[in-house]
């Protein structure tokens, strides 16, 4: 029993460093939403922290380049979602600043780039492998199909349930295997994936709750975001974990 305490607090330890970036950004939503602010509007000021948090990241050691790398591929992928859904009414972004484009501040791509953090620096201290992983021919195409399918619905029907099922199916022999304290553990993939979802929908609710952004039912008075968003979530972090996987798959085959 207190060796199954032990792992456990390690492996909350090991979560907790991995978790950084994403804290650091919620505990700024929730400081500047109350702490008046001088110079700068409050979106100007999140964007400072974030990239304040991304240098001391990288400068103490607790970034690697190669992760600040994958990071900012996922700024750039969660800022042109940003733009699209902003465009589109999905959600908005009420307050002012200076560094906005098209109605969207540009620290709302650090909140994309800091589930990918997660991933990367979970992945290195839990000593991640995968098994039975699915043959790239298959995953690319999945994740592009599911990365589209955000922009697309808008114009066509949403066939986010269907790629759910491709999900399914594609991933339902692999496991995901991590080291804590020595001793490795494994876990369906598909289970991870909506762990992992569900927690970032939880996350949604404090970062609306701290006016992140605001969804159209939410103008008026906050209200918990629909549960519906679960699947959304979960496909985005299908999305991001398969670019993680294949970048660390390919450095793997390099070093």
């Known amino acids: 029993m207190l060796g199954a305490l032990t792992q456990l607090v390690r492996f909350g330890w090991d979560q907790a460093l991995s978790c950084l970036f994403p804290v650091v950004i919620f505990a700024s939503l929730a400081l500047t939403q109350v702490i008046p602010l001088p110079f700068l509007p409050r979106y100007d000021w999140l964007l400072v922290i974030c990239l304040l948090m991304q240098w001391l990241m990288l400068r103490s050691g607790l970034e690697t380049r190669d992760e600040l790398k994958v990071i900012t591929v996922f700024h750039i992928i969660g800022l042109a979602l940003e733009l699209f859904k902003v465009h589109m009414g999905s959600w908005s972004y009420p307050e002012e600043g200076h560094f906005k484009i098209f109605g969207v501040p540009l620290y709302s791509g650090f909140m994309y780039a800091s589930v990918a953090s997660y991933l990367c620096q979970a992945w290195r201290r839990l000593k991640v492998d995968l098994i039975q992983w699915p043959p790239y ?33 594609v991933f339902w022999r692999a496991w995901v295997t991590y080291e804590v304290g020595g001793i490795r553990y494994k876990m369906p993939l598909v289970l991870s994936f909506v762990l992992i979802g569900f927690f970032i929908w ?21 209200s918990l975001v629909h549960l519906g968003k679960v699947s959304s979530w979960l496909l985005l972090v299908i999305v991001s974990f398969l670019i993680v996987a294949t970048l660390k798959k390919f450095k793997g085959r390099t070093t």
């Open 137 to 169: 021919l298959v995953v690319v195409p999945l994740a592009a199909a599911i990365y589209l399918n955000f922009f697309l619905h808008h114009f066509w029907i949403d066939i986010r349930w269907i790629l759910s099922g491709l999900v399914l199916i």
């Open 202 to 222: 939880v996350a949604e609710n404090i970062a609306t709750f701290f006016g992140a952004w605001e969804y159209p039912n939410q103008t008026e008075a906050w």
